[in-house]
């Protein structure tokens, strides 16, 4: 790490000093599972960035795959798709390892074509290609760590039924794979303890709530960003315990010093975090107020050149629009959401537009039946222009399940049929019964503005 003394650094570090102590020293373990709570799912991304990168410190060579787990049928072609995307759009560090290592010679092209044909066994061509790869590299002393951390997983029992018959048809020597598994749920109980051998299960316990205060007071007091974040992380406490006065006066006396700060974009960050972090009080009244006094300052930083208050307007209309609708404002959060959708737009940020669309009609469906087909019409037109990984990180399955339903209730087949080819290209043949599963479980979780949040996730 380049700075030893920075505490989330440090806390990176220990997760490496544990993992040479628990699995670098356990020559046995074929199947890693890493315990995590969900807020320390970026920090172990991190950390994977780390290790999949030269600046690595682990014996392993990790191989990162962030893709997402649809079902045991396809999970495994999904990650060999994802392998040699990554693998051809890397070039200059494969020619980079071909020189320094004049033996290297990987048949690439006998994996790329078997998974064209019809009748392929993915588990077993998947643990061919992890060991024909380990082979080609010539790194011996190393392991090959396949890591899995799908940013979605939208079937738990049939994760558990992949990894089982993964282990069951015997992962090759000097290789491992690693996933990740929440610590409060334990989904993998019953596979670690019962069904299969060589597996592992480590927990490091870091303290990252102290590690984030140590970054938030860091730096000089008397500068108004150490102040922002200072009394950002006070009212973070008062909220925590609920104690209403408490966070008032700290969120007061935060707008009170960014305004003598004189700087407009910490003036409008102040009432944007001031509003955001009182939704836990549910004064949807005082949120309107402190919302829309920030966006105005906001909107002025802006228009006098500020390119952060621009930044900060779109989350003003988002926050904006999510208090209409948890105050049963409807039509006035659908407005605020289509006004965020179309400022993300303009600036060129399209996956968080459909974001946005996405929250949109999901109300207007319900409450704004006239609205309802513009807004997908847009988000759909406008996630067609997507590339396919930025698809996958969006929302647009979701807006591309709704206007194929909507097409074909209108008969329109031709036009549905499009959007099926589109959605499957992206998401697998599959797409439709996947997404219908996630807006299952998205209802199941959350009553209002859901989002997944299995590991990896988003």
Not at 447 to 455: F, G, K
């Amino acid at each position: 790490m380049s700075n030893e003394h920075n505490p989330i650094a440090q806390l990176i570090t220990r997760i490496q000093q544990t993992w040479l102590e628990e699995v670098t020293s356990d020559t046995k373990c074929k199947l890693i599972r890493v315990l995590i709570s969900p807020d320390e799912t970026k920090l172990y991304q991190g950390f994977l960035q780390i290790e999949s990168s030269p600046h690595g410190r682990l014996p392993e060579l990790f191989i990162v795959f962030l893709t997402p787990f649809h079902s045991k049928d396809s999970f495994s072609l999904d990650i060999i798709k994802s392998w040699f995307e990554a693998y051809d759009q890397d070039d200059k560090t494969i020619d980079k390892f071909r020189k320094e290592n004049p033996g290297y010679a990987w048949d690439y092209d006998y994996f790329k074509t078997k998974i064209s044909q019809r009748e392929v066994d993915a588990d077993k061509l998947l643990l061919e290609m992890l060991s024909s790869f380990y082979s080609a590299i010539r790194m011996p002393g190393k392991k090959l760590l396949l890591t899995l951390m799908p940013y979605i997983v939208n079937n738990i029992k049939g994760y558990e039924q992949w990894l089982k018959s993964i282990s069951n048809k015997g992962i090759p020597e000097n290789v491992q794979i690693c996933i990740f598994d929440y610590v409060e749920q334990k989904y993998f109980d019953k596979l670690f303890d019962q069904d299969i051998s060589h597996g592992k299960t480590i927990r490091i316990k870091l303290n990252l709530d102290e590690a984030i205060n140590q970054l938030i007071e860091a730096g000089d007091p008397k500068l108004p960003e150490v102040q922002l974040r200072k009394c950002m992380l006070k009212m973070a406490d008062a909220s925590k315990t609920k104690n209403l006065e408490k966070f008032n006066h700290w969120g007061n006396h935060c707008i009170a010093l960014m305004t003598g700060s004189k700087i407009k974009s910490l003036m409008a960050t102040a009432y944007l975090i001031y509003g955001s972090m009182l939704f836990n009080f549910k004064i949807y009244e005082e949120i309107e107020k402190i919302l829309q006094k920030g966006l105005k300052i906001a909107e002025a930083g802006s228009a006098s050149g500020d390119s952060a208050c621009k930044n900060l307007i779109p989350l003003f209309y988002g926050y904006i629009a999510s208090n209409y609708q948890l105050s049963k404002r409807n039509r006035l959060a659908i407005e605020w959401f289509c006004k965020q959708a179309s400022l993300h737009e303009q600036n060129a940020f399209p996956v968080q537009a459909i974001t946005a669309y996405w929250q949109a009609a999901y109300l207007a469906k319900e409450h704004e039946a006239l609205k309802y087909e513009s807004i997908l019409v847009s988000a759909y037109n406008l996630g067609s222009n997507l590339k396919k990984e930025e698809a996958e990180f969006s929302q647009y399955c979701y807006i591309g399940l709704d206007y194929y339903h909507l097409l074909i209730s209108k008969g329109k087949i031709d036009l549905s049929e499009e959007v099926n080819i589109r959605l499957s290209d992206v998401y697998g043949k599959d797409w439709k019964e996947s997404t219908k599963q996630k807006v299952k479980s998205l209802h199941t979780k959350y009553s209002t503005n859901p989002e997944t949040v299995y590991a990896g996730s988003k």
